[in-house]
C-alpha cells in the first residue's frame, strides 16, 4: 500500500494557497498533485508559485484524473456539498472546508454519498486534531478542573467587504457558518456530549444581510456553554473551561500558530491574583496536522479524526442556534 496519498486541489482560494496546501506539502502523507480553477491561467500561476505538478482549468478535469486520490474542497459554502459530491463520485477521498453544508439535511446527504461510494469524506475541522486540544479534553476529562461546569468562548474578526465571500449570505455567508461553528465543535468535543437545547441572539448587517454579530448558550448535561462571536469587532478569541477546582484557557484556540508553541493557562488556587501554570505545547503546523490525521484514516483504514457523522451533528446544533434567533425560543438539535 502507498504510503502518500495523492492530492488535488479545488479551485486557487486563499485558504488553500496560502495555508492548507503548503502545510500539506510538509506533511508524511500527503503529496499535493494537482490544482484546478476555471480560470486555467489562474490554476497555472497557483501551480509554479507552490511547485504543484499539474494544473487544470476545470474542477472535472481534475476529478478525471485517475492518480488522483483525495481532493480539498476550499470552494465557497453553497459549493461545498455539491462538489464533494461530485469527487466522492470520481471515487476521490474528500477534505472539505467548514462547514460541511449550508444545512444539516444538505449534510446528512453527504451519509448516503460516503456509503454508496466507498469514499472517506471529512470536515476540515483543523482544530480537533491540534494537540492544544485534544491536550484540552484530556486536562477536562482527567479530573485536572474538578467537575467542569461552564465553558465561555469569543472569536471574532473585522470584514465588511462586500466582495468577500463570507459577507455574501445568498452562498452560505455569515459569521456563525464562519467562525461561529468553532465554539460548538470544541465544546462538543471536550464535554463529548451533545447540547440538548440551544439559545442564541443573532444581529444582522442592514446593508450585507450577513450575520455579523451572535452570542449563544448551549444546555449540554451538567454544563453550560456561551459564547459571542463577530464578523465586525477587533479580532480576538479565547475559549475558557470552569470547574469546580480549577479553570483551564486556551489562548489561541481556533488560528493557531504554526510557528510558535500554543500555550494553555491552568489555574488552580482560588486566590484571583495567582499566576497560572503554563502548559506549552509543541510547535506544529495544525492544517498539516489535520491532513496527515485524514490521510492515515485513509491508508490504514482507522476511524476518521472528525467522522462525518460528528459534523452532521454539528450542523445540527448550527440549525438549531439559527432557529432559536428567529423564534426568540429554546430549540432542540
Known sequence: MTQNISWGVLSTANIGTRLVIPAMQQSQHCHVTAIASRDLARAQDAARALGIERAYGSYEELLADPEIDAVYNPLPNHLH????????EAAKHVLCEKPIALTAAEAETLLG???????????????????????????VSSGDLGELHAIQGFFSYYNTDPGNIRNQADIGGGGLL?????????SRFVVGAEPRRVVAVIERDPVLGIDRLGSALLDFPGV??????????????????????????VEIPFNAPPDRPCRL??????????????????????????????????????????PLEDSVQNMRVLDALMRSAETDTWQSP
Open 81 to 88: 456539498v455539491p462538489w464533494t459530491v461530485r469527487a466522492a
Open 113 to 139: 454519498v460516503r456509503n454508496r461510494t466507498g469514499v472517506r469524506i471529512q470536515e476540515a475541522f483543523m482544530v480537533r486534531t491540534h494537540p492544544q486540544w485534544t491536550r484540552t479534553r484530556e486536562l
Open 178 to 186: 464562519d467562525i461561529g461553528c468553532y465554539p460548538v465543535t470544541t
Open 224 to 249: 453550560q456553554a456561551s459564547f459571542t462571536y463577530s464578523t465586525q469587532l477587533f479580532p480576538y478569541q479565547r475559549m475558557t473551561f470552569v470547574g469546580t477546582t480549577g479553570r483551564l484557557e
Open 265 to 306: 493557562f491552568l489555574y488552580r488556587e482560588h486566590d484571583p491574583g495567582a499566576e497560572a501554570e503554563l502548559l506549552d505545547i509543541a510547535t506544529c503546523d495544525q492544517y498539516t496536522v489535520a491532513a496527515d490525521a485524514f490521510a492515515s484514516a485513509i491508508l490504514d483504514g482507522s476511524p476518521q479524526p472528525v
